[in-house]
Every structure is written in C-alpha cells, then in structure tokens.
C-alpha cells in the first residue's frame, strides 16, 4: 500500500475504530449499560477527528505534491471518500444508541433480526483495508452488494414489525425498533459509497455499481473472457447524449497502444497508419473485440442505446464498413449498455485542427464523396415536413439556462422595427410549413465534425454516435455540420481560414447536390437550419462574445427569412452568416492554401 | 436626481438591411424626437441646441469599426406644480 506520511496508518486505525464502534453497538442491544453507552459516544469523537486527519492529509497531499500520478491520485481520492463513510457509519452507531433509550423494553429487539446484519457488516469492513492494498475488484464488488443484503434484511424487519403494529399494542417500542433498524439499513449506503470508492481506486473511473455489472455483462457477451482486472476501462467523454462513455481494453498487450489519447483526450489520431487488425466477422455475428484497438462501452438511458444499436444495424447493412462494429449489447430495467468496435484514426475536428493540410484536403474529399454515396443510395421521394424552428424552440431553455441575455424583445427605433425572438420564431415555424423537403435520406442525426473519424490509411471517413440517426431531409445534417465546424473554439486566423475552407467546399458540395436534385428551397431551409443550429450550440459555449455572436448570427438569418419577398426558390443564404468576419466563403472561388 | 435611463439593442445586419435602422435614427434626429423602446422600456430623447457630434473609426487585426456618438445637454426641466398659492383678501 502507498505510504502518504501516516495517512495508511491513520487509515487503518479509522477502519478498525469503525469496526470496534459496530461490535460495541451490537454488544449494547444485546445488553445495553451505561459505561458500555460511554464508551462508544466518547470514541465517537476520536472517530471524528480521525477522519478530519485524514481529510486533511488527502486534500494537502494532494495539494502540494506535483509528483503524485493518476493511481496515486485516484487511491487518495478513495482513501478520503471511505474516510467520510466509515465516520458516518460511525455516527449511525451513536445515532442507534440514541433510540435504544426510547425502548421500554431492549429484548424487543430480536438477536436474529440484527445478528445477521452486523455480520453482513462487519464482514464488509473486514474487506476494506485487503480490497484497497491488493487492488482487489472482487472484494470492492462484494462491499457493494451488501449494501442489497442490508436492504434485504431491513426489509423483512420493516414488514413484519409493520404487521404486528396492527395490534395497536406496544407501538412506540415499534416505531423505535423500525428507527433503528433503518440506521443499520442507512450503514449498509454508506458500504455501497465505499465499495464504489474502492473500485474508483482499482479503475480510476466512478462507476456506479449498476454501471459496473452492465459493464461486466456487456463483455461477457461479447467474449472478453478475461477476469475484470484485467480490462482497462477509462473514460474517453465522460457523459454525452446522457449517455456514459469509455473505452475498454485488455490491459495486457494493448495497454501502451494509444499513447496519449489514454489521457482522455479522444481517439488516438493516428493518421501515420498502423494497420487496422482484420475485424470482419464472416458471419457478422459479434465477436471478442481484437485486443490492440479496444472498444468504446457506452451506457446510458435505454431507449436512446437501443436507437443506436438498431441504427448501427441499419447503417451496417447499407454501408457495411461505415460505423463502428457491435460487439456486445446489454440492459436492464431502466439502462442499457453497448460496447463498439474503438475505430482507428482521428475525428474530423481533430484533422481540421491539427492535421497537415494535404491531410486535410483528403479528408474532405473523401468525406464529401461518401455523402454523396450515402445520399444517392438513400434518397427517397417527399416532401417531407421539417422541424428546424420546433428544435430551436425546445432547447430555447437550455440556451437561456446558460446565458439568460439571449433573447429579445421586439424594438422600436424610432419607426424601424426588430422582431423579438419569439416573433421571429414564430414567423419563420409559419414559413417552415410550406416548405417542405423535396426528398430525405438516411441521415447521421448528431452530423457534428467530432461525430466523424477520418481514417488516412484507408482513406475511409466512418460515423459514430448514431442514435439519432433517421430518414429526414439532408439540411439538418448539412447545418449540423456546418455549425459544428464554425463553433469550433479557435481564433488564430490561419486555424479560422481552415475551417472557413472546410465549410466552403462542404457549402459548395451540398449546393450542387440541391441543384442535380432540382431542389428549389434548399437555401431557405438551410437558412432555418442554420438558424437553429447557431442558436442552440450557444448553449454549449460559455464564451459569451462567440455565443452571443452565434446569436446575433442566428437572429439575423431568421430576419432575412422573414423579409424575404417572392417566391422561395429566389431565395439565397446569406453565406458570409458563417464567416468568421469576412465574406471569404462565397467570394473565394479558389481554395485558399491551407496551412499546414 | 432623476435616475438613468438607458436603451441597448444589439443585432447583426448587413449593408442593407442596416439603413433602415440609420434612416429612422437620420429622421428622428431632423424631427428632434427620438422614441426608442424594446419589451416594457421606452426612452425618449429630444436634440436640441448644439449637438457634440464624435466620429471613430478604426481598423485592426481584421476587425473594422466606426462609431458615431451624439451628445447633448437636456433643456432644463421646467418644475410644475399643481399646488397654487392663491392669496386674497376680505
């Protein structure tokens, strides 16, 4: 166990401190006295301070030493959170104490009843010092699961001290004895907390222990064979979509794999080009994911898993190579979980960023001819109704939770006017309905640039993400991705220039898309989509120059909607809206040099 | 002490679609009456007399802004009452 200056042993004492208050406290209902009463409130108050101690030297060590690394941390981290639940344990003890004086009569209590729960107990404060020194997952899983063997066993004691309470007779003894009980159930949340800290501890991750046995069912299905310990789950994204994401791999052989990226940044960028090991299943069947790459474990709210799985399906069978592979799925009552194949390479924000320009250029090619494939194989007749003014009205909230000032009321300047945003909203939703998309396809959904990996060795672009995945008009994941690349938060002009190039030749492709397809309002849709796109990724940004400029962006197109006169095909997006104060975008007939 | 009345409105516009804003703003200022108002607030401004007009303009890592202020000093308020001093005799 790593030494930090006494705070082990500092530790340990507070275990067995703990340990000692429970053994008294069952010795105190079976036969309570008055010395035995003060001897545990006076420990109660070295319990206290233990615990201060050890929070103190956490949060100092912590502090001061730069030397510490992630294990490290993570084991003082724990070391502090059991800290805080062994001392509340401790309290509940005090706290049992406490009602045992408002029974007439202790022998109420049965030994049988709580016999079984200070074992269950005990045994759990016994695994804590072994579990946190040997790293040991299977013992942190047990403290867990006490925690449902304590509600068990209170539960049985609730019902039938409940029943007896029908009787009329002794009901101030029953309600003291459901009390007391119900400290010994409240021991067994406190356990779960430290059981979860112990896996905090071996995993580096929080995970919940429901997270934990998806996880664990999710790659028994999908054929890791291996025992937990030796799986290496790291969060990539923590949450998204509500959904929580990681990557796992064997620890064995792949754990130096991918370099930096294990830090938390994302993917590893690898657009030099290791091979990417076979991983075709001839069957199509889910199979072991291959050891080197890993895969990404996502969980979350079930009906959402559910759509990407289903969706992943969809896409697989019309573009086999397209999306992640499924390795295993699982659910619950209430979740669900899904572990993918980890793809090679970087996602377009990354190459857009940092990747060199020819890099770049590729990407974009290959990119723009796959959606074009995508659209070609997918089209299908209209006219479909859109939703773009719906969708900017319902995150409109999560827009104003963020930055209260971004909206307005309707201005009068001295005769000219200025709708406020609602009226503009309201305008547009009127104009919306009557123009409905010619024709959809199957669209990503989430089309934002970190949604897509760009793989350099295969020249292949490839989707993540998916569950919002639908036959709808193209706009939306036109805008989307438009937006997403005009959001990205860089402000060196050689970086803006980029991402001007990238959303011009994307701009340039999706027009003549609209115009081979005889789609005569695609700039006014795309003028609302945008609309709502700018408006909505504001809630995102906590820049509040670049929100309130995305806006303003948002506002003015809506403007241009409204006072568009004539017919709709005359209509033409206001392009330089995605300009980052120059009208490059359109004017720029030949790219401009890419920086490397 | 009168307490301050102010009025912001921030958009985006284009060459265009701004004059109309200038206009309005040209005609109120001919007028000598500005009405101004968003939402509940309302400010109204009367130019009178002589108007300290300044012009900036600037231009800077890729950014341009002009800015045109007019300022001027209010007639004195004229204090009213409704109570009248009326002194007769018998």
């Given at each position: 166990m790593i030494t930090f200056e006494g705070l082990s042993e500092n530790f340990r004492f507070l275990v067995l401190e703990v340990s000692g208050q429970l053994r008294a406290t069952h010795e105190f209902m079976r036969a309570p006295t008055r010395e035995l009463f003060d001897r545990i409130t006076g420990r109660d108050d070295y319990i206290d301070n233990l615990k201060t101690i050890i929070e103190n030297k956490c949060f100092s060590r912590i502090h001061t030493?730069?030397?510490?690394?992630r294990r490290e941390i993570h084991r003082i981290r724990a070391i502090h959170t059991i800290a805080v639940n062994l001392e509340r344990i401790a309290d509940f003890c005090v706290n049992i104490l406490g009602q045992m004086?408002?029974?007439?009569?202790?022998?109420?209590?049965r030994s049988d009843e709580y016999d079984p729960i200070f074992a269950e107990i005990e045994a759990s404060l016994n695994r804590i010092i072994p579990a946190l020194e040997k790293e040991d997952l299977p013992a942190a899983l047990a403290i867990c699961r006490s925690e449902y063997e304590l509600d068990k066993l209170y539960e049985a004691v609730f019902h039938r001290t409940l029943a007896e309470m029908s009787d009329g007779r002794s009901v101030h003894d029953r309600i003291t004895t459901i009390f007391i009980f119900r400290y010994l159930e409240r021991i067994g949340d406190s356990l779960l907390n430290v059981g979860e800290a112990l896996i905090f501890s071996v995993l580096g991750e929080k995970i919940k222990i429901k997270q934990f046995e998806a996880l664990q069912k999710t790659l028994s299905t999908s054929g890791f064979?291996?025992?937990?310990?030796d799986i290496d789950f790291r969060s990539?994204?923590?949450?998204?979509s509500g959904c929580r994401i990681g990557r796992v791999e064997r620890?064995?052989?792949?754990?130096?794999?991918?370099g930096d990226a294990e830090?938390?940044?994302?993917?590893?960028?690898?657009?030099g080009g290791n091979g990417n090991p076979a991983q075709t299943g001839p069957d199509g069947q889910p199979r072991p994911a291959p050891g080197g790459l890993g895969s990404i474990y996502k969980q979350g709210n079930k009906k959402k898993i559910i759509k990407e799985r289903d969706n992943i399906a969809r896409w697989s069978t019309l573009f086999p190579n397209l999306v992640p592979e499924i390795f295993g799925y699982h659910e619950d009552d209430d979740s669900a979980a899904l572990l993918v194949e980890f793809l090679q390479g970087c996602t377009l924000d990354e190459i857009v960023l940092t990747g060199d320009g020819e890099i770049l250029q590729n990407a974009m090619f290959v990119l723009l001819q796959t959606l074009h494939e995508i659209w070609e194989k997918t089209a299908a007749p209209g006219p479909v109704p859109t939703d773009y003014m719906r969708q900017m009205r319902s995150r409109m909230e999560a827009v104003l939770q963020v930055h209260p000032g971004l909206r307005r009321d309707g201005v009068d300047l001295c005769g000219a006017g200025a709708l406020s945003t609602e009226q503009l909203m309201d305008r547009c939703e009127a104009i919306e309905k009557t123009l409905p998309a010619p024709f959809t396809v199957f669209i990503h959904?989430?089309?934002?640039?970190?949604n897509l990996v760009y793989d350099h060795t295969r020249q292949a672009v490839r989707f993540i993400?998916?569950?919002?995945?639908?036959?709808?008009?193209n706009v939306q994941d036109i805008s989307v991705f438009l937006v997403s690349n005009y959001r990205?938060?860089?402000?060196?002009p050689a970086l803006r220039q980029r991402i001007r190039w990238v959303m011009r030749e994307f701009l340039l492709f999706a027009r003549g898309v609209a115009a081979a397809r005889g789609d005569a309002t695609f700039e006014a849709r795309l003028a609302l989509a945008l609309a709502r796109s700018l408006y909505t990724s504001t809630r995102f940004e906590l820049n509040h120059h670049f929100a309130k400029d995305m806006y303003l962006r948002s506002h003015y197109l809506m403007e241009r909607m409204v006072a568009h006169e004539g017919p709709w095909e005359t209509f033409r997006l206001p392009?330089?809206?995605?300009?980052c104060g120059c009208n490059?975008?359109?004017?720029?007939?030949t790219p401009c040099a890419l920086a490397s | 002490m009168s307490s301050e009345e102010k009025f912001v409105f921030e958009s985006m516009q284009d060459c265009e679609s701004i004059r109309a804003f200038l206009e309005a703003l040209t005609e109120g200022v001919g007028s000598k009456h500005l009405v101004l108002s968003s939402g509940g607030e309302r400010i109204e401004l009367f130019p009178q007399g002589l108007l300290q007009v300044e012009v900036k303009a600037r231009r800077k890592g890729g950014s341009s802004k002009v800015s045109l202020k007019l300022e001027w000093k209010d007639a004195p308020r004229v204090e009213t009452t409704d109570r009248t001093l009326s002194v007769s005799t018998n």
């Open positions: 030493d730069n030397s510490l690394d004086a408002h029974l007439s009569d202790p022998n109420r209590l064979g291996d025992s937990l310990s990539i994204w923590g949450t998204r620890v064995r052989g792949a754990r130096n794999s991918t830090g938390g940044g994302g993917p590893a960028c690898d657009t959904g989430d089309f934002n640039v970190n993400d998916l569950y919002r995945s639908r036959d709808c008009d990205l938060p860089v402000f060196e392009a330089e809206v995605l300009d490059a975008i359109i004017r720029e007939e | -």
